[in-house]
Each structure stands twice: as C-alpha cells, then as structure tokens.
C-alpha cells in the first residue's frame, strides 16, 4: 500500500531510480513519474530495454547483468 510518488517527494539523500522498459508492474511511465517527484538534486535515473519486474525468464540475464552493473557503478 506504498504510494512511491507521493513518498518520492520526501527523499532528501542522492537516488538512483531504474526502470525496467518491459516491466508491467511497475510501468515506464510509472517510474518516469517517482524520478521527477524525487526533489534531491542528485539523482539519476535507467531504463532497462526488454527488463521485467523480477528480471525472470528466457532473456533476462544480460538484464541483470545490466541493472547490476549500473547499481555498481553509481
């Protein structure tokens, strides 16, 4: 029963936001809507092509790998 847009405007610590572009829990343009209620200046938002919501079945390991190396990095 989160409400992440809402909640997203009380973040005041740097955020990284990564949105899956084949997720259909958590849609694109869902995600795009948590960044921009995100007030902290440092933020930084990825989408995923072809990502899921659990990044599960044929295809989704290069996913992972890509949201992991992203979370890595940042």
Known sequence: RADGIACGRDVTVPTL???N???DACT???TR???EAIPHPDKE???IPGANHYY???GQRETLN???SIISEW
Do not use: N, T
Request: cysteine-free.
């Open 17 to 19: 936001v990564i949105g």
């Open 21 to 23: 572009l084949a997720d």
């Open 28 to 30: 694109p343009s869902h």
């Open 33 to 35: 809507r948590l960044f």
């Open 45 to 47: 938002m990825h989408e």
């Open 56 to 58: 599960s079945g044929p």
């Open 66 to 68: 890509r949201a992991v």
